[in-house]
């Protein structure tokens, strides 16, 4: 049967909650979810469309991130060829949604996929979810707000909205715009770019990408650290607290916490960190600037 609609989504909770949503809104049996179970912020992306790439960064991100290979390996529906092989599956003439907000995975997310989709005959539009949020929230209550509250309501991941949030934007759907070939054209090119870049961590700040090595945030962490020293009687700060609050701290960047986990094990390597406890779960040991 050629399903008439299709959603792209870049993790496993936001699936769930459209999923949700759909059956809410009672057009579930008429509508598909797919959804990329990675992290695209981190890590190489080259040729990750082929078995090749997707294997490189699985075994490159295993031996960095300590949860890595054992949450991509979950559930082998949500891999990159598996998501591949489905997108190629999608009838010509479907319209396909691509949902994101405004941080680094689901910007690259949503290039991939209009890369991956780049040759096929579908409609695609694009819906910010996050802006669409505020926007619906705030008409519903006939408030103007600034550009601070709208900041504050603004949800990270779209997994931060409820079931209920969505189903506006699904009564929506056919008013929303189908992207040109020319932004088709353009978001694609900007996957190919994305996708050569050799440093490892990609940061979406201010309607653009920026580039760094592996120590891009260690200043933020150290900042950290510093500022909690003062709380603790031998300066030493829980781990679990430093990346609480750094996950606070640059909660627009969708940070994942065992990325900074590892910066925290690699600082301690490199002796630029002193540690008591035992390294290798947050809650066991504590930390200091060396």
Request: hydrophobic residues 40%; aromatic residues 10%.
């Amino acid at each position: 049967m050629t399903e008439q609609h299709v959603h792209l989504m870049f993790g496993m909770s936001e699936q769930g909650v459209m999923k949700a949503a759909l059956h809410k809104a009672g057009i579930r049996h008429s509508h598909k979810v797919l959804s990329f179970n990675d992290w695209f912020s981190y890590g190489p992306l080259a040729s990750i469309d082929t078995t090749d790439g997707e294997r490189e960064r699985i075994s490159w991100l295993s031996q960095r991130l300590s949860n890595y290979g054992r949450l991509y390996t979950y559930n082998p529906d949500h891999q990159i060829g598996t998501v591949i092989k489905a997108i190629e599956a999608i009838p010509d003439g479907s319209s396909v949604t691509i949902w994101h907000g405004e941080h680094t995975h689901d910007q690259i997310g949503l290039r991939f996929a209009a890369y991956l989709l780049r040759n096929r005959d579908v409609q695609i539009a694009l819906n910010n979810a996050a802006a669409s949020y505020i926007s619906l929230s705030t008409h519903e209550k006939n408030e103007q707000v600034s550009a601070a509250y709208s900041a504050a309501l603004s949800p990270v991941s779209l997994a931060q909205l409820k079931a209920v949030d969505f189903i506006p934007m699904l009564k929506g759907l056919d008013q929303r715009e189908i992207i040109s070939d020319e932004d088709r054209a353009k978001y694609s090119k900007e996957w190919e770019e994305v996708s050569a870049e050799s440093m490892p961590l990609k940061l979406w700040e201010n309607k653009q990408f920026k580039y760094s090595g592996d120590d891009g945030l260690d200043a933020v962490l150290g900042e950290v650290i510093s500022e909690q020293a003062v709380h603790f009687p031998d300066q030493y700060v829980p781990a679990s607290k430093v990346v609480g609050e750094v996950l606070v701290k640059l909660h627009h960047y969708h940070i994942r916490k065992d990325f900074l986990e590892y910066r925290l094990r690699s600082l301690i390597e490199s002796k630029r960190l002193q540690f008591k406890g035992a390294p290798g779960q947050l809650h066991r040991y504590s930390v200091k600037i060396g």
